[in-house]
């Protein structure tokens, strides 16, 4: 999937609710901007909030949410006075549930390595944000070439092994990945 | 002297009463029930009676004889039933009349008669009036019932005389299966209640329910308003109503309209009262039963026609000509009424009881509102569980349903779940859009999932997530399109909870 949704963003504000019929949705809910919902951002304005309830604004069209209780991670709201059941969980307890409850098909880091000698010049993200496949991670410079390293999946960076300015040699490695299928 | 009139009732349409009383410059007294000591409507009377009945079995709206004796301590002039509780009890009206109140409705005598399903219908026939076709009597054994039921046409509906709660009941489709389920039927009723008779009526597959609404002087006048449809019903109770109904056309209202008169006349009958017609898919229509009230939708005849039918009502009892002219009542627009129970539609619409955090109604030009809540009110297992009407009105149906969902869509009700979101899916339904619907909608379509729909699904999604996000984050403050300085829902939570 080729969206964006997930670049260069915090990955604490990343989640993933799970509706009891099995409907998962991903959620961002950013700092500067609208929430994007499954991947596009949404065009939606608060209109109220009162002690338990929103109302939104979206295609012209009033949304008035109301949480109707919650337990845990576990909410029941009701949209336009007709209830729905929510699971809801950060990006990190959803991963780290996966990895608990799934010995068997455990979610693999995906390692990037240095695919030939050079320097580190610049790198864009940080540990903890997130990333789509193919976005660029960091730049090699190698035999007077710069090449932009990029994420092989979608995911959280989990740890980034080196520094502007080190050498580094082949094959050794750079960052490693979370991925993330939701 | 202002007159003084006693209101028997209570909510909303106690509030209409008000409404009406005030207009006629009488003094409105109603009743103070323990049961709901804050009621909305006791902030609109000019007085109050205190009924202390948190002790009684019933409510003081149940009371006919307590009613009647502090009407006459607190010298009440007439006594207004509204609908329900004690509005089409002869004896009470009986009792009022007795003791010099002047009750508005009709006679007692006809409130019996009208209640007593086997007179009302012979006093149809009497004056003309189309019955569904069935047997008179009791039919002796299977063979005359399928003789009966050759001649009317099946389906056929084989009821037990002492019948009730679909014991002893049979719908039958086609002539072989008709000696069977006669013996099995009339076993059944023998069994259950001790008597085997069985009548035979015709069945009709997919009715609609029609109603006219007729207002009639106590010298003889009388006219129709017109008709309202009534077909969306659950659990045999009405929850949209409309005026008029799509399935009748100008000549039909003038036959059915001066059918009602000539009944009502043929009675004797004064007051407001709605008579009751059952449609089949051919468009052939039957006598149902007179209702001798002021009925909950009464005010969608009210918008169409613009005739005060509560006014009338007061008028008529206080021995007033009725002044309107049958060729001077017209039928403008369209008009539609929804009731707002606190009842879950998800969930078979069992009834919801408890606080009503916060109520806001839409508003406009082509918008009633009838309310018998506020904000913080309670809704007690006491009593029913119609809170407000949302009427709305428009120059056709079609635009009538669009105005109408519009005003849904400006509805708020927090704390309690209402029948709004299922009269929005009934409104947008192919069967109610082309006015194919009949009563048997709701068992037949309706289904819970009809309420949800994506988007609804997907910004709850947001707003579970916002919610949850605003604790896992803290992040209240620093959502810049969340503008809002009101404390955040999960703090709150949380001072609840700790």
């Known amino acids: 999937m080729g969206t964006s949704y997930i670049y260069n963003r915090d990955a604490s504000r990343l989640f993933i609710a799970v509706r009891e019929n099995g409907k998962r949705y991903k959620l961002f809910i950013p700092k500067e901007s609208k929430p994007a919902i499954n991947g596009a951002e949404m065009d939606i304005d608060f209109v109220e909030q009162g002690d338990f309830d929103y109302t939104f604004e979206w295609k012209g069209k009033k949304f008035h949410c109301e949480l109707v209780s919650r337990d845990q991670n576990k909410a029941i709201v009701k949209v336009n006075g007709v209830e729905y059941k929510y699971s809801i969980e950060s990006i990190f307890s959803y991963i780290r549930r996966g990895m608990i409850n799934s010995d068997a098909n455990k979610i693999d880091d995906n390692n990037i390595a240095a695919p030939m000698p050079g320097k580190i010049v610049d790198i864009f993200l940080s540990e903890g944000d997130l990333v789509n496949a193919g976005d660029p991670i960091l730049t090699l410079e190698a035999m007077k070439m710069q090449n932009e390293i990029s994420a092989n999946c979608n995911g959280v960076i989990r740890k980034i092994k080196v520094q502007p300015g080190q050498s580094v040699m082949k094959d050794e490695l750079l960052v490693e990945i979370q991925s993330i299928e939701v | ?498």
Not at chain 2, 243 to 263: C, L, T
Not at chain 2, 341 to 369: A, C, H, M, V, Y
Not at chain 2, 469 to 497: C, F, G, H, M, T
Request: contains cysteine; hydrophobic residues 40%.
């Open chain 2, 1 to 498: 002297m202002k007159k003084r009139l006693l209101i028997a009732n209570r909510s909303e349409i106690a509030i209409r009463i008000i409404r009406a009383a005030h207009k006629l410059g009488m003094v409105a007294v109603v009743f103070q029930s323990d049961r709901e000591p804050e009621a909305l409507y006791l902030s609109y009377a000019d007085e109050v009676i205190p009924a202390r009945d948190a002790h009684n079995d019933k409510a003081i709206f149940l009371d006919a004889e307590r009613i009647v004796q502090l009407a006459l301590e607190n010298n009440i002039d007439l006594i207004h039933p509204g609908y329900g509780f004690l509005s089409e009890n002869p004896d009470f009206a009986q009792l009022c009349t007795d003791k010099g109140l002047n009750f508005i409705g009709p006679s007692a005598q006809l409130i019996r008669d009208m209640g007593l399903k086997t007179v009302a219908k012979s006093m149809a026939i009497e004056a003309g009036l189309p019955l569904v076709p069935g047997s008179d009597g009791p039919v002796r054994d299977a063979q005359v019932a399928k003789e009966f039921a050759d001649r009317i046409g099946y389906p056929v509906i084989l009821k037990a005389s002492a019948g009730g709660g679909g014991r002893g009941m049979r719908i039958v489709e086609k002539p072989e299966t008709i000696e069977r389920n006669f013996k099995s039927a009339s076993d059944e009723a023998l069994a259950a209640f001790g008597n085997g008779d069985m009548f035979i009526e015709k069945y009709l597959q997919n009715p609609k329910h029609l109603e006219f609404q007729i207002m009639g002087d106590k010298h003889g006048n009388v006219v129709h308003l017109g008709e309202r449809e009534c077909s969306l019903q659950r659990k045999h109770q009405k929850i949209v109503e409309e005026a008029p109904s799509a399935s009748v056309n100008p000549q039909k209202r003038a036959e059915m309209g001066e059918m009602a008169v000539r009944f009502a006349k043929a009675i004797g009958y004064y007051s407001a009262g709605t008579i009751e017609f059952i449609m089949d898919e051919d468009g052939s229509y039957y006598f149902m039963e007179m209702n001798t009230r002021i009925q909950v939708e009464h005010p969608v005849t009210e918008q169409v026609t613009g005739v005060d039918l509560v006014d009338w009502q007061i008028r008529v009892a206080l021995g007033e000509h009725l002044t309107l002219k049958q060729e001077d009542i017209k039928i403008t627009g369209w008009a539609m009424e929804i009731r707002v129970n606190t009842e879950d539609p998800q969930n078979r619409f069992s009834p919801q009881t408890g606080l009503i955090d916060q109520i806001s109604f839409p508003s406009g030009d082509n918008i009633r509102i009838e309310t018998g809540v506020q904000s913080g009110a309670v809704v007690t297992p006491y009593f029913d569980s119609m809170v407000a009407k949302i009427i709305v009105t428009g120059t056709d149906r079609a635009d009538c349903i669009a105005n109408t969902l519009d005003a849904l869509n400006n509805f708020v009700l927090n704390g309690l779940k209402t029948t709004v979101p299922f009269c929005r899916v009934v409104l947008q339904h192919p069967a109610f859009v082309d006015a194919t619907y009949t009563t048997r909608w709701v068992d037949q379509v309706f289904t819970p999932d009809m309420l949800e729909n994506e988007d609804d699904e997907m910004i709850g999604a947001l707003a579970a997530t916002i919610m949850y996000a605003q604790e896992y984050l803290q992040l209240s403050s620093d959502i810049p399109w969340y503008k809002s300085d009101r404390l955040n829902v999960w703090v709150l939570n949380k001072r609840l909870n700790y």
